[in-house]
């Protein structure tokens, strides 16, 4: 059991459309991230919230803007992506964004090709 | 700063032989270190870490990894390879306050 819930599993977008990504946390955690993993390189941490506020943005072009509207919902919203973007996007959560050994407890993804 | 580099991207080894997965780690502090495992058509769980308690970590499913300072190692072993195991497996580091920084992951084939 993972805690974490991501919908959908699957997204097919085009260049211009506008989608959004979300993720759900049961764990009572108070850190949540995004990350992004594409093909033989190695995960990349997009964004990280700690109690709903923004603690770390790694250097992700605008077309990615997150949100956390509570501790237990996060959301990626997506627009005028290029095909480059296409890659697994992975949510997870963990209970302090500060502790160095903090497990990470991660959803399944959602899969997505920009065409 | 920190890095983790896995060593072969792809092993196969035969069911019921040794499991080794090679990491080696670079860290300005002393690290925290771990291995998760990713099934297809799932996300990373956990599978141990190393925390400085122990040199020896056991983790799920009977993985173990051992941390060698001297050599800036966590390679992470299985005596005897399921069916099962057949996943990727991702080496990260994290020290500090510093993010996790994870390996490129490396996918293990388990041959009947």
């Known amino acids: 059991e993972t805690g974490v819930t991501q919908t959908p599993r699957h997204l097919v977008m085009g260049m211009t459309n506008k989608k959004s990504l979300k993720c759900e946390q049961h764990l009572g955690h108070n850190a949540m991230y995004w990350y992004k993993q594409s093909a033989k390189k190695p995960l990349e941490l997009m964004f990280v919230y700690s109690l709903e506020e923004r603690v770390e943005n790694n250097s992700v072009p605008s077309r990615f803007s997150p949100e956390c509207p509570n501790s237990s919902h996060l959301f990626l919203h997506l627009h005028t992506l290029q095909p480059e973007d296409s890659a697994l996007y992975l949510c997870a959560s963990s209970q302090d964004s500060i502790k160095p050994n903090e497990k990470l407890f991660f959803g399944s993804g959602t899969q997505l090709s920009v065409l | 700063a920190q890095s983790v580099t896995q060593l072969g991207s792809h092993v196969s080894v035969s069911e019921g032989a040794l499991v080794l997965l090679r990491c080696n780690y670079s860290?300005?502090?002393?690290?925290?270190l771990f291995w998760y495992v990713q099934y297809p058509n799932q996300g990373l769980q956990l599978l141990l870490k190393?925390?400085?308690?122990?040199?020896l970590v056991k983790g799920i499913n009977g993985f173990e990894a051992e941390f060698k300072k001297s050599e800036t190692s966590f390679h992470l072993t299985k005596p005897s390879a399921h069916m099962s195991d057949a996943a990727e497996y991702f080496c990260a580091v994290s020290g500090g306050y510093q993010k996790v920084t994870f390996g490129t992951g490396t996918k293990l084939q388990v041959i009947p």
């Open positions: 190393y925390t400085s308690a122990a040199t």
């Open positions: 860290s300005s502090v002393p690290p925290y």
